[in-house]
């Protein structure tokens, strides 16, 4: 086993994942020095040798194969490149390696995986970025990767809408906490030391790293401009859905604390779960945080929660236009106006039951609230307390 490792064309080889196993890996992806991904299998065995095909894949046709888009079969016979590798490893120890090169097309079927047969991996999580260690302290960049696993399509690849969407937010973020304690900066200055830049893609769960666009130089604490921001965002997305924590973190700042909800939303429906990871130029800072689906959603609504001021009820009458019992929203059209807003509890049975595009009265509740966190007023909003269908 350990000299299929050892080939002599490609370069010591080091395994990246073990997909079967019997007494030793028998279908397995490995890598070699520099970077080359190669997928291997135990084709065949007498009494001499052990028999292996190796054939070099790319990262992406590698994640295909491992969620079963591409079954084991194809995966050899219809290679990127036309070459596999045959590796005969002898039982003897006097007896020397042997490796041919063949086009891939004329591997013997007896020598291939079953026709069919495929990985079943529902995440995909090669490769992570550049290594992003040696990053910051080669070029002195601070350093953001996160990791998105998007609720539909394929996991190697991302909407462009949604992920221009999260990248736009993300910035909004970073440059508003920078501006708490840049206060005496004019605004194009902090937006510049700001600044971050896609400096690489991974197509793990789909990996994002971004990287400060100026060179960072830090204070007598160690601190960049950039890193103390970074650091001010992983404390926000580290407490989660802690009221109290949130509170504490974004009370005076309620621009952050505006952008932050909109950097949340921007994940939100979109992306199932996230993961951050700092790494800094300075050795004693970074740091990684993990945000739930869950958890963002109640975070959105905490953040969100109001105390509700001047509270009035009234009735109308109008055609349902709209009834979502997941998100509890309701949309009732009248003559004059179009009413949108939330079903209460008590509510939900009835409009369980109701049928879309005919005539209810209703009894609505009106709603202002100011925001716990910013302080500030946001607009009206309407509560459903009762729905009645309108016998003719």
Known sequence: MLDILNIPELGKLEIVEVYEYYDQPVLYSCKNASGHFYLVVAAAEDDQFLTWLCVAVSIERLNLIRSGKIDLHDAFVNSENPHAIQVRVPYEEETSVQTDFTYSSQIPEDML???????????????????????????????????????EGPKTQAPIAILSNILGKLQGVI?????????????????????????????????????STEITQLDLQGYSYCGKAIEEFLKLLKAGDNYEQLKELLAPKSKVAKNYIDFLKSLNGSVTDTEFEWVSPNPNQGGTAYLSAFKMREAIEILEKSHEENLSTFTITG???GAFLRPKTFEIKTRKKTYKGHIAYEALKTVRNATLNREYTAEI??????????SEITKTKYRLLSLSQIIH
């Open 365 to 374: 509740q009106e709603v202002t609230e100011r925001s716990k966190t910013t």
């Open 319 to 321: 055609t349902l236009i």
């Open 113 to 151: 995986p079953v026709s069919g047969e495929c990985l079943d991996f529902e995440t995909e999580i090669l490769p992570v970025p550049s290594n992003v260690e040696k990053i910051p302290k080669s070029e002195n960049q601070e350093i953001l990767n996160l990791t998105l696993n998007f609720a």
């Open 175 to 211: 440059d508003t906490i920078g501006m708490t304690f840049l206060k005496s900066e004019r605004i194009k200055d902090v937006k510049r030391k700001m600044q971050m830049s896609l400096s690489d893609v991974g197509t793990g769960s789909f990996v994002i790293q971004v990287a």
